[in-house]
């Protein structure tokens, strides 16, 4: 009897990794669903770039994005820059309400990749009241880059502002290599 009840402990636990908990890095069939809401124009900052997978994506596509990480020496908490005109990220989960506060702070459009637990919380409710807050949520789970598991045991979605998304809940359905958005808008990752 004991022994099926650690074996269960076990499978509800999260796979064990190396590094650090905050090592997930954002596949391209990830930042795909946010393609349709970026403006051309746009200077966009990814501040938290770790691997670089969001910027080298979105540089691929055309866009003009540029990327800065505390590991590198900038520390996006604390900085006052303003050469940007929307901000898409992945950050450390750990600091996730950081860098919510941070980017309605800020006040300039934003994507944060975030575990959907994002939004639960007290104070995270109150800025999403106060502010507003627009999601990208996905029909499975990310099989994010940097973890050694095989496949992420929570779920993710976009938290959006600014973008002009068109529903305050937006379903995208992702498959690995491929990606279909349901609103009108459908293409292939190559």
Known sequence: MEDLKNQQQRTMMPPKRNGS???FYTPDYAIAPLIPYLKEDWKIWECASGTGSIVNFLSQKGFNIFGT???EGFDFLNSDRNDFDCIITNPP???KDKFL???FEIGKPFALLLPITALEGIKRQEMYKKNGIKIILFNRRINYKGHNSGSCWFSSAWFCWGLNLP???NFVELNRGKLIVKNETSWNIR
């Open 101 to 103: 506060e941070k980017c």
């Open 21 to 23: 908990p905050d090592d």
């Open 93 to 95: 989960f750990s600091l």
């Open 69 to 71: 990480d505390k590991k």
């Open 167 to 169: 529903e305050q809940l």
